[in-house]
Structures are given as C-alpha cells and as structure tokens.
C-alpha cells in the first residue's frame, strides 16, 4: 500500500482515483491559484499542521496521519511523527492501526447489506436470531451488579434497531483490565475475563454468556448507554449471513471497496506495518505492562509521558496473526485490550467515500443504495419511536461530552445543533455524521459541508489537541467557509435533523487538553 504522503501519481489513484491531490502548503503560487478559483482558505490547514506536529515534539502523541476531502478534491493529507517510537518507524497513511469503536460503523453497514437483501429487519427481536436473549431480564435497579430474582420483565422490545443505537438495555464492561467501578461494569467483569482467559471463545459463546450472565441494564428503548449492541450485531450477521463475521465482511464490505488491510489480525508478512499502542503509565500498569524498572510510586513528567501497551514488539501484539481475539468484536473491543479491527487511512477513507457518496465508492461498486444510506444518516434515530421516541440530553462529563442534547443514526454520533455558534470545539455540525475509536482514530462526513475529515493516531489517555488550532475539524470547516460549490460529486445528505448538540466521545479519565496546555 502507498503513503499518499509523497506517492506517485499511479499509487495515489490507486487509493483515491479521480479525486485531485492537494497542493503542498509551502507552495504559495499553488495555494493561491486554488484559493482565486474556489475560495479556499488554506492558512487554517497551515496552521494546524504546524500546531498538531507541535503535539508530536511535545510527546503528547506518537505520530498521527490525517486528511481532508472537500468535493473531490483533497485539501490535506499528513503523516507526521512515528507509527513505532522504539524502531522509530515514522507514521504513513498505510500504517496499520486498531480502529477500536469505529468497528461498530463497518458492522453497521454490514448489517445494513443484509437488511436491504430482505433477509432481516432492524425491528426484529434479536431472540428471533440469538434465542439465548429471549425472555432475558433488566436488572432490578441501577445498583445491581448480578442477576437476582427481584429483576424485572422486559416492557418493550429489544430490537435489532436498538442494539444499534445503544438504547437496547445494554451496558459495557471496563477495557485496559482497570477495576470495575460502576455496576455495569462489575456486572460484565465476568464476561471480560473469561474472553480474556479463552473460556469465551467465539461471538456465540460470547452472546450466549452476556445473555444468560448479565441482566440488562435498563428497560429497552428508555434511554441511551453505550454498549455492547454491536457485539450482538456481529452474531446476528454471523447467523443471518451462515458464515462468521470476518468472511461476510470480507465479502460484502472489504473486498468490494479495496480495503486491502482490514480485518481482526494483522498478517506475519504485515506486522512491520502495525503502529505501537500508547497510553499512561497507569494504563501501562493495569495491563502489566508499564517497566519493570519504575518504582510503583513512580509518577511520570511531563504528566502525559507515553508508555507502551500492545506487547513490547509488533510480534507480541494482540492484534498479531495467530494472537488474535477469537471473538470477533463487531464493537471494537474485548477482554482487557483486543478484538476488533484493524486497518489504515487509505482503507478507512474509501469507506467513508463510499457513505458520503450515497452507497457507492466512485468509479467502483455500490455497495447499498442511496436511499438506504439516507434513512442512515440523516436523522436522529433516538428519537424515533422505534429507538427511545425522544431526543437525548446529557449534562456532560469535563474533558469528555459537552452538556445538551446529542443524536445518533445508524452509523455513530450524529450533530444535530443547527446553531453553529453554540457549538462547543470538538462538537459535530448539524447533520455532520462519524465516529471515533478509543486510540484516537476519528472520521466524519459533514454534508453541509461536503467535508470528509480522518484522522489517527494510536494512543488512548491523551487528548491528541491541546488548541482549537490543532483541531483538523475546526481548521477544514474555516478552510471551507467560503468556498464556491462547483457541480462534482454530491456528498449523501438526508432529512432537516432537530436542533441539539454533542461533543465526539472521549474515553473518561484522558488527560484533557486544558491539563497539557497549562503544563506545556
């Protein structure tokens, strides 16, 4: 696979064929000649680059690679810093990375494959595929942590529709083999520690166990809680389709697109490619990890200092071949730290071409219809009577959601705040649909906009931008402002969404980005 970082022409049409390369952001001739023809503003993208690399030289992140398409043209594409900082292996756009929860947006799409094909509806009763969830119990109160014969009956179905939206009941368990501290989390312990031990070993096992061990959490349908609905998701695919996860995503999803590097294990002949894992040194700890030569007291400067997780080399990864999970994680995580996907930038963004461009990967197949893609992505699904039947409000966690209300489609997180100057820095614009995985691996599509936006890096305690000018976000949507529309390729936009608001999700516990820039 090519770095579009300085390819050839033939390699970068081999990645993103038909879609200009962008200009080098030290050329000025170049840069304004753009700017003149289509208003452009390049000096927000100028300003980022030199802000995040500053984040690279400050240890706050490893290396990261990003890109921006707007139309199609790509106004960006960077990879700075190092994909391994041991083997100072530097970041290319075909670095191999974990996508973690962005897992759950391929999966959705899969499963979206086979709704259109007729052979399941998203109002189905999961119990319709997996029986071991009929009859399945909600905890009796938000305390509990074990079933117990005080829990309740369900009142409402627990559909397929609401595994995908985190509103089926289900909770998640602690990831990086932290200490349980909620009661979900102590209630899916077990579960989490048998994966981890083996003694859950495939997707069935594993939906049979969460349903037979874990009560849920809440009623279906009465409220949003991130989950593992696309866990189940997986084993659904898996019996609808009859053939397991990875071959039906193979089928429908990777090889149809090119996604050359995707999958739940990175090859022998391609570990070279595999980033390293960052996190804390507490991190580090809980896994057993951290360096053996470091008291136990020992409190790391700068305070996000960067420490190792996935195995000392690429070979002792838990993503390496024959290492791998076997419960293929249609979320994106299992057991302590495994499971999901893996992939790269060239891969991940001709996915993210394919949904803004209504179903279909220019100049390549369709993989679902236009309209399929706009009941996706254009309104809010919670507040479906289908889903919850409300729009959803949070009060916020600092360094992690803003306070207001939030929307969610059938990919991800979905910005339904239409007044632009309310939104907090890391918020999506109304109708701006994506995701992001716990390693800092985001994307977005902003029809509005008719922005694609990817970045990625692999470390999964900091916040990767301690300013709004090391945001790729903020710095593409001023590139844009005022930009002329000229007639090319439609990004798929859907339904006007309600107003509201919501920042990407943060793993709690990051150290925030005020943290890093009062101590830089």
């Known amino acids: 696979m090519p770095d579009l970082v300085g390819c050839s022409d033939a390699e970068w049409d081999s990645i993103l064929p038909g879609f200009a390369r962008p200009p080098s952001l030290r050329k000025r001739k170049e840069l304004d000649s753009l700017s003149a023809e289509f208003g452009v503003d390049f000096g927000p993208l100028r300003a980022y680059q030199k802000a995040v690399q500053k984040s690279v030289a400050q240890g706050i992140i490893p290396g990261y690679c990003s890109i921006v398409i707007w139309r199609d043209r790509v106004l960006h594409v960077d990879a700075h810093g190092f994909a391994d900082g041991e083997k100072e292996t530097p970041m290319r756009t075909d670095t191999v990375v974990r996508l973690y929860c962005i897992t759950k947006s391929i999966v959705s799409t899969a499963l979206m494959v086979l709704v259109e094909q007729g052979k399941c509806d998203l109002d189905d009763e999961v119990s319709r595929y997996i029986p071991a969830f009929d009859g399945v119990r909600v905890a009796a109160s938000p305390d509990s942590d074990a079933p117990s014969h005080e829990d309740r009956p369900q009142q409402a179905k627990l559909t397929l529709r609401r595994l995908m939206t985190h509103c089926s009941g289900l909770g998640y368990g602690n990831e990086f083999n932290r200490a349980p501290e909620t009661p979900a989390e102590r209630s899916y312990n077990r579960l989490v520690q048998a994966v981890e031990s083996v003694a859950v070993s495939d997707l069935r096992s594993f939906c049979e166990s969460l349903a037979s061990w874990c009560p849920l959490r809440h009623q279906p349908g009465s409220r949003f809680e991130y989950s593992y609905g696309l866990d189940v998701i997986g084993r659904v695919i898996e019996v609808v389709a009859a053939k397991p996860l990875d071959s039906f995503l193979q089928e429908a999803i990777f ?3 090119g996604l050359v590097d995707a999958g739940f294990f990175v090859r022998h002949t391609e570990l070279s490619r595999l980033a390293a894992l960052y996190g804390s040194l507490d991190t580090a700890r809980a896994l057993g990890q951290a360096p053996t030569s470091l008291p136990k007291d020992h ?5 996000w200092k960067l420490f190792r997780l996935d195995g000392e080399k690429p070979e002792d990864s838990a993503w390496a071949e024959g290492s791998a999970c076997s419960v293929h ?3 994106g995580l299992m057991g302590h730290n495994r499971g999901g996907l893996v992939s790269t930038l060239n891969d991940v963004v001709r996915f993210c071409l394919m949904l803004s461009c209504g179903g279909q990967l220019p100049g390549g197949v369709r993989i679902l219809q236009e309209q399929t893609v706009k009941d996706m992505v254009g309104h809010d699904w919670l507040a479906m009577p289908e889903c ?3 729009q959803q409000v949070t009060q916020g966690t600092p360094g992690v959601t803003a306070k207001g209300p ?22 999506f614009e109304a109708g701006e649909y994506g995701y992001g995985g716990i390693a800092e691996t985001f994307w977005s599509v902003n029809p509005d906009r008719d ?4 970045w990625f890096t692999q470390q999964v305690d900091n916040h990767s931008w301690s300013s709004s000018v090391a945001n ?5 949507r001023r590139a844009v402002a005022h930009a002329a529309m000229p007639p090319s390729l439609p990004l798929a936009s859907g339904a006007s969404v309600p107003q509201a608001s919501k920042t990407r999700r943060r793993i709690v516990g990051k150290t925030t980005a005020e943290a890093i820039a009062s101590s830089a």
């Open 388 to 390: 919850i039947g409300q």
């Open 299 to 303: 409190q790391p400067k700068p305070p």
């Open 406 to 427: 939030f929307g969610w489609n059938g990919l991800g997180e979905l910005g339904v705040n239409a007044d632009k100057s309310a939104l907090s820095p890391d918020a």
């Open 472 to 476: 790729l976000w903020l710095a593409a």
């Open 451 to 454: 922005l694609v936006v990817l």
């Open 255 to 257: 090889q149809p697109l």
């Open 329 to 331: 994680s249609g979320g």
